[in-house]
C-alpha cells in the first residue's frame, strides 16, 4: 500500500533519500504497518514528537491504510 | 546636584483616570458581534513565561472576555528580558503577577488562575469550557505532552502551540502554520534553547503576537493562519 509520510524540522534528514525537506515522500508499505514501524523503520531519535494521520493526531499504535498522509512534528524547547 | 540632569516631575501631568476604560478594539473598526464574541470566548495559555505572558497581554487588549492563567514557577530576575513582570514582582508567582499587570490594562478581564504545572492528569480539567489553548510552555517534552493530550481528547479544539523561537534568527523565519486540523504551529520549528541560543524580547514577543493573532483569527472564524 502507498502512504504519504511527511517528517518536519530536524526529522525530515532521517527520509529515505537523506535530502530532508518537508515536503511528502510516498512509502510502499506492507499491509498491518503501523506507525511505531514507519517510526523504527526510518531510525527516528527518541525525543518528544506529535503524529497526524490525515491531519488528525493518531497514537503510534495505529495501522496505517492505503492513501494515508502520516505527518510527524518534534516540538523544540523555548517558551 | 545640577537640577538639569535629574529626570522631570510628570506627576502633575498625568490626567485624569477614569474608573472603566474600554480596551478592544474600536466598534468602528470591528463589527460590534464580533466583539462580543471575543468578549465571550475563554483562552487558556498554558504556560505564561516568555510567551505566555505576552500572549495574554495581547488578548487582553485584542478584547477576549477570559483567560485560564496556568504556570507553576515564581518571577525570576532572569526573566524580565522577556516577559509580561516588573522588577517590584521577582518571587511572586508567575500567575499572580501576570493577572495585577492585566487587569492594570483591563480591570473587566476574567482570569483564572492556576498555580500548577500542567501535567497529563489535571490538563483536560483546566482546560475545559475554553474556546482555544494556547501553548506556551518551555519543555519540549511537556509541548508534546500538551499537544498530545489535547489532540487526542478534545480534537475540536483550537490548539495554538509555539516551536522554535530562541536565537538570531529572522523574525522572518517565525510563520504560522496550520499543521492538522486545529492544530496551528508558530515558530521557525528548529531553534532550540537546548542547542545553547538566546532567548531575545524581540524574537519570543514576535512568536507570541503570532501566536495571540492565530487565537483572534480562529476566534473570529478565520480558519487559515
Known sequence: MKVDVVLFAHFSGFQPDGKGGRHARTFDLDEGTTIADVIAMLGLPDEPRVIFVNSRHAPEERVLVEGDRLAIFPPVAGG | ?225
Open chain 2, 1 to 225: 546636584m545640577d537640577d538639569t540632569n535629574r529626570a522631570p516631575d510628570l506627576t502633575d501631568l498625568r490626567p485624569h483616570r477614569p474608573e472603566h476604560v474600554e480596551v478592544e478594539v474600536p466598534e468602528t473598526t470591528l463589527d460590534p458581534a464580533l466583539r462580543a464574541r471575543l468578549r465571550t470566548c475563554t483562552v487558556a495559555i498554558i504556560g505564561c513565561g516568555g510567551l505566555g505572558s505576552n500572549v495574554a497581554e495581547m488578548l487582553v487588549r485584542s478584547g477576549i472576555g477570559r483567560l485560564t492563567l496556568v504556570d507553576f514557577d515564581t518571577v525570576d530576575e532572569r526573566n524580565l528580558n522577556r516577559q509580561f513582570f516588573f522588577r517590584d514582582q521577582i518571587g511572586a508567582p508567575k500567575v499572580v503577577a501576570l493577572a495585577e499587570n492585566l487587569q492594570r490594562i483591563r480591570s473587566d478581564v476574567r482570569l483564572d488562575l492556576v498555580a500548577e504545572r500542567a501535567t497529563h492528569d489535571n490538563l483536560l480539567g483546566i482546560v475545559r469550557g475554553a474556546c482555544a489553548i494556547v501553548e506556551a510552555v518551555d519543555d519540549a517534552d511537556v509541548k508534546a505532552m500538551i499537544l498530545n493530550t489535547c489532540l487526542t481528547e478534545l480534537p475540536d479544539m483550537p490548539l495554538v502551540t509555539a516551536s522554535g523561537l530562541a536565537g538570531y534568527g529572522s523574525t522572518n523565519a517565525i510563520v504560522t502554520e496550520r499543521m492538522a486540523e486545529n492544530l496551528y504551529v508558530v515558530g521557525d520549528l528548529t531553534s532550540d534553547v537546548r542547542d545553547g541560543h538566546p532567548l531575545f524580547a524581540s524574537r519570543v514577543m514576535a512568536a507570541a503576537a503570532a501566536q495571540a493573532h492565530a487565537v483572534v483569527r480562529v476566534l473570529l472564524g478565520y480558519l487559515e493562519p
